[in-house]
């Protein structure tokens, strides 16, 4: 932890499943009071509770780089949920608090390539007034757990194989008023379970 604080390359780090508990996310949270380059944070599965994650959460309160934070599958409580919930209001934060469920910030306005590829989600919010632009190729594919999405009426572009292999996909809603334009080559290919979607008027190219 104390090298993180200080390394100014690391863009990502993924230690699921680890079991470093609260002693070492509370280590974790001083290195990212100091770190400036670390965007994506995975620390899924490692039996961290209240007290790690209210580290965690203070830490956030003044890092400024990291965008995405994997949390699901801790033993964190309503209270300190609401506490990390928060703080997607203050740093465009992209976090998976718990359940595998995804807050994205209203602030963000694009989605990377394989942001979320092979992960495994079942829900996604957008917060009210979101200002997504662009979902990138591949953001979802084979998240096989996701049922439904409800798409910002900010978005005017979904990539290529955004949403493909989503198997049990059954319900992709585009919002009153939606400004997309195109979708990209594959978007749903493999989504099973849908059986229908309504497109956009504007849309140019499918």
Not at 52 to 74: P, R, V
Request: proline content about 1%; hydrophobic content about 40%.
């Amino acid at each position: 932890a104390e090298a993180l604080k200080g390394n100014t390359f690391l863009t990502t780090l993924v230690i699921s499943s680890n079991y470093i508990g609260d002693g070492g996310a509370e280590a974790l949270a001083e290195a990212l009071k100091g770190n400036t380059s670390l965007t994506t944070l995975d620390i899924s599965r490692n039996n961290i509770g209240d007290g790690g994650a209210e580290a965690l959460a203070k830490a956030l309160e003044t890092n400024t780089t990291l965008t995405k934070l994997f949390f699901s599958g801790n033993n964190i409580g309503d209270a300190l949920t609401i506490s990390l919930e928060t703080l997607i209001k203050n740093n465009n934060l992209i976090i998976i608090i718990r359940n595998n469920k995804i807050i994205i910030s209203k602030d963000i306005k694009s989605i990377d390539n394989n942001s979320f590829k092979n992960k495994n989600i079942i829900s996604v919010t957008f917060e009210e007034g979101s200002l997504l632009e662009s979902i990138g190729e591949s953001a979802f594919e084979n998240c096989f757990n996701l049922t439904s999405i409800i798409i910002p009426k900010s978005v005017t572009s979904i990539g290529k194989g955004a949403f493909k292999k989503c198997i049990i996909l059954q319900s992709v809603t585009f919002e009153e008023g939606s400004l997309l334009k195109i979708i990209g080559e594959s978007s749903f290919e493999k989504c099973s379970a849908l059986t229908s979607i309504i497109i956009p008027s504007g849309v140019k190219s499918i």
